[in-house]
């Protein structure tokens, strides 16, 4: 059972490092500016969304997905150059905190779209990213226009990666899991044998 456990961990870290993976690429090929922390934030609550609500099927799930909103807000505030009013910030954040988590629990864990989760994924996170963005930098003071179709591109690669790595711990955890089962009732049937 501790196997497991610790193979839970992966659903939490495979999406925070695919993140960071997802966004170096896709900076340097559709945007000129860093939002590595976005990103990073992003793989943070899809991991803290399927760990707690989907494996973990806890009742504590939305008070830490809230923690976990609160954190990543907090070091959103630390990394913006110019000062942006906490609550606002906050807000926003709790929007796109939900929308992802709405999006990993009804896409990404929907038995009928499993085979196709990683593009749908990838697609919501483009809409996400192409809303949420802008306006966090209109929350900054720096308003662009027409930039939906470039915050879509790179929600689309980050979005994807971290599906990718979501999939893969998926697969792990399950591996896992069935080793488990597999273990328990052989040793359960050498019990019954003696």
Request: charged residues 15%; negative net charge; contains cysteine.
């Given at each position: 059972?501790?196997?497991?456990?610790?193979?839970?961990?992966?659903?939490?870290?495979?999406?925070?490092?695919?993140?960071?993976?997802?966004?170096?690429?896709?900076?340097?090929?559709?945007?000129?500016?860093?939002?590595?922390?976005?990103?990073?934030?992003?793989?943070?609550?899809?991991?803290?969304?399927?760990?707690?609500?989907?494996?973990?099927?806890?009742?504590?799930?939305?008070?830490?997905?809230?923690?976990?909103?609160?954190?990543?807000?907090?070091?959103?505030?630390?990394?913006?150059?110019?000062?942006?009013?906490?609550?606002?910030?906050?807000?926003?954040?709790?929007?796109?905190?939900?929308?992802?988590?709405?999006?990993?629990?009804?896409?990404?864990?929907?038995?009928?779209?499993?085979?196709?989760?990683?593009?749908?994924?990838?697609?919501?996170?483009?809409?996400?990213?192409?809303?949420?963005l802008p306006y966090l930098y209109s929350l900054v003071g720096v308003?662009?226009?027409?930039?939906?179709?470039?915050?879509?591109?790179?929600?689309?690669?980050?979005?994807?990666?971290?599906?990718?790595?979501?999939?893969?711990?998926?697969?792990?955890?399950?591996?896992?899991?069935?080793?488990?089962?597999?273990?328990?009732?052989?040793?359960?049937?050498?019990?019954?044998?003696?």
């Amino acid at each position: 059972m501790d196997r497991y456990r610790y193979t839970l961990l992966l659903i939490l870290l495979l999406p925070i490092i695919a993140a960071g993976i997802g966004s170096y690429l896709a900076e340097r090929e559709v945007l000129n500016s860093s939002l590595i922390q976005v990103s990073l934030g992003a793989g943070l609550l899809c991991g803290v969304s399927a760990l707690f609500a989907h494996y973990l099927r806890s009742r504590i799930t939305h008070s830490i997905l809230l923690l976990s909103i609160f954190i990543v807000t907090i070091l959103t505030r630390l990394t913006i150059k110019s000062p942006v009013n906490l609550i606002s910030l906050l807000m926003v954040n709790l929007v796109f905190g939900y929308v992802n988590h709405l999006m990993i629990i009804k896409v990404f864990y929907h038995k009928d779209l499993a085979r196709i989760r990683t593009l749908f994924v990838g697609l919501g996170g483009g809409v996400i990213f192409g809303v949420y963005l802008p306006y966090l930098y209109s929350l900054v003071g720096v308003h662009y226009e027409n930039v939906f179709s470039t915050f879509f591109m790179f929600g689309l690669i980050v979005y994807v990666f971290i599906a990718f790595a979501m999939s893969m711990a998926d697969l792990i955890i399950i591996k896992s899991e069935v080793e488990e089962l597999q273990s328990q009732q052989s040793y359960d049937e050498d019990e019954s044998d003696q």
